[in-house]
């Protein structure tokens, strides 16, 4: 069998992930030595760009699950999508979700010492983004194991959950209401 459709492939990508928030912790690291008192905008800017990666799968992984839920389980084409969903969650959304949590954290802590109304909505917002996350993962393993039952519209609405979130978030940490 395809060592993509195996064990082999879950480990290798796996290990990509480690190593990837590895670099990432590293990086992080040298930022501080090097930067010193700098590193706050450093910090905002390796956040803004977890955030990215972590949204550009949050938004394609549940529309992979709608052309997924039209494809013949045992196809090609629904073997494909396996590989494709399980390779954005483990080698992009996870590492990224920890990435911007991180310096998320840091940030509030370091910038704001967790005060203010904006940022306490914020992180209850991204508790639920991150709930999300959860369930879309969960969603991942059914796929692979071809007991998905729900339908194409069902993966349509929930496509839109992690948008309407997104655009809370930003509002919330740029304008700052309140
Ligand atoms: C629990 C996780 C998170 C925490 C604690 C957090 C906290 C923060 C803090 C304290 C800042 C700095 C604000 C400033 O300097 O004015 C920031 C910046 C930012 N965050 Fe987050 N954040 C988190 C997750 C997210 C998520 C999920 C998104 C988007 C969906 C996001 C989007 C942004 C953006 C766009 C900025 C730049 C804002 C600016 O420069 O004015 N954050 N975050």
Request: aromatic fraction near 10%; proline fraction near 3%.
């Amino acid at each position: 069998m395809d060592a993509r459709v195996t064990g082999t492939g879950n480990n290798r990508a796996l290990v990509r992930a480690v190593l990837g928030i590895a670099i990432f912790v590293v990086l992080t690291a040298l930022l501080f030595l090097v930067v010193g008192d700098g590193a706050y905008a450093w910090i905002k800017a390796i956040h803004v760009i977890a955030v990215i990666s972590w949204m550009a799968g949050m938004l394609y992984l549940p529309r992979l699950f709608v052309y997924h839920t039209g494809a013949e389980p045992g196809s090609v084409q629904s073997e494909t999508f396996k590989v494709m969903e399980r390779r954005l969650l483990r080698a992009i959304i996870n590492p990224a979700m920890v990435a911007t949590w991180a310096a998320g954290l840091w940030l509030a802590w370091r910038g704001f010492a967790f005060q203010g109304g904006w940022l306490h909505a914020k992180i209850a917002l991204v508790l639920l983004m991150s709930g999300m996350h959860g369930y879309l993962s969960a969603a991942v393993r059914r796929f692979a194991e071809d007991r998905n039952e729900k339908p194409a519209r069902h993966w349509r609405i929930v496509n839109e959950i992690p948008t309407l979130l997104m655009i809370a978030i930003v509002v919330l940490v740029i304008v700052k209401p309140f």
